[in-house]
Every structure is written in C-alpha cells, then in structure tokens.
C-alpha cells in the first residue's frame, strides 16, 4: 500500500499540473479517514490558521531589507509556488519518511525555486517586524534556514491539519501573517514576517500536498 502511495507520488510530480495533481493526492488521503502523518520529503502547503492564506514565495525580490526573494502569504489554493518541501537540517541522520517530531528542527525548501525559508534581523517591508525571506538552494543553506516544529495541544508528532508553530532558531521569532497587505507587485497577497512573541496569528496547518508514507523500522 505505501509502495502504491508512493508510486501515485512520483507520478503526479512527473506528469501532473502541480496545482491540480498534488493537492488530489492530499485530498484522497484524508476522504479516507486515514491520520495523515507529515514525514521528511513530504511536499505541501503551509496555511495561515486565521486567514487561510497559503505560505507563498516567488522570483520576487523584496525591494528593502535584504533584497533576496519575498515570501508572503497568498489567497488563492490553487497556486503551485505555495508548494514547500519538508527537509530535516544540515547533517541531519533523519531520512526521508521518518516522522517528525515537536521541538524538532526543520528546513522548509521552496518547490519551485529550491530557496530556503529563511529569516535574519533585516525589517519587514510593511509592518517592521523580522523579514522572512528565501535563500539559498540545494548547496547552500545555513542556520538562517533552520526553524523549530511547535505542535499546539498534546500531539508528539506532526500531522496533518495539526495547529502549529515555527520558530525561528537563530532570532527565536514566530512566522506570522496578519491581514496587512502589499498594493503593488504582490497585490493581494499579505505581509510573512517574524515576531517574538506567541499571538494567534502565529499558527499554521498543513494543508494540500504530498504526505509520503512513514518509514517503518526494522
């Protein structure tokens, strides 16, 4: 059964729309009642508890602050560079298909770009808080890129539709949304930024993707 999962997968990144093709997979998932588990390698999108924006990035590049490219908060679901890869950290032994749990550190690698989500001390454009940003690629990541898993309530490990946060390693802020938009290039699409402290917009929850199968232990 994992092994088909899989293989429906590998089909859809292949030869599937990505806007269409991914989130059906996440869709048949949950229609089975089944507790989808978010491992390694699995491919989604990260929506904003409040507002059910989706976490979004683009060959934008932020015209203040550090000039690397902006990440915000999009309105529409069906936009395939909402799409995020789940990645453990820089010499990491966890593999591909190992669960993951609170209080872990992860990456989070831009589908479309391979840019990390990443944050710094740099001022956000619109309300001044902590810039998030993608940078990087494949070969290149850094501590900048590292965030820690958060489950809200009593869950140990990270499923799907589970309220989380992200907190950021290195300026130990919260990824934050809020309803402060852009008017200009990124018209419509609202403020991603870093706060210290824990408020209600800090939540997010997996939403559409890929979840790949757990890795059973031998």
Not at 61 to 69: A, D, E, H, V
Not at 70 to 76: A, D
Not at 104 to 125: F, G
Request: charged share 20%; aromatic share 8%; with cysteine.
């Amino acid at each position: 059964m994992a092994l088909g999962f899989f293989s429906l997968a590998l089909f859809l990144f292949l030869n599937l729309d990505l806007d269409n093709g991914l989130a059906s997979v996440a869709s048949a998932a949950t229609s089975e009642g089944v507790e989808v588990q978010i491992t390694y390698g699995t491919v989604l999108k990260l929506m904003h508890e409040r507002t059910k924006f989706r976490l979004h990035s683009h060959e934008v590049p932020y015209g203040s602050g550090s000039g690397q490219q902006s990440v915000t908060g999009f309105p529409s679901v069906d936009d395939s560079n909402s799409y995020w890869i789940v990645r453990p950290p820089i010499e990491s032994s966890a593999k591909q298909g190992d669960t993951i749990k609170s209080g872990a550190i992860i990456r989070l690698q831009h589908m479309r770009t391979k840019k990390w989500l990443h944050s710094h001390l740099h001022a956000s454009p619109i309300s001044g808080n902590l810039e998030v940003s993608c940078f990087g690629g494949d070969s290149e990541s850094d501590t900048g890129d590292f965030w820690r898993l958060i489950i809200e309530g009593s869950g140990k490990t990270w499923k799907q539709d589970q309220r989380i946060r992200l907190q950021h390693v290195d300026t130990g802020a919260y990824l934050h949304s809020h309803d402060k938009k852009y008017s200009r290039i990124a018209g419509g699409q609202q403020e991603v930024c870093g706060v210290r402290e824990k408020r209600a917009d800090n939540v997010w929850l997996a939403a559409e993707g890929v979840y790949l199968p757990v890795t059973s232990s031998k």
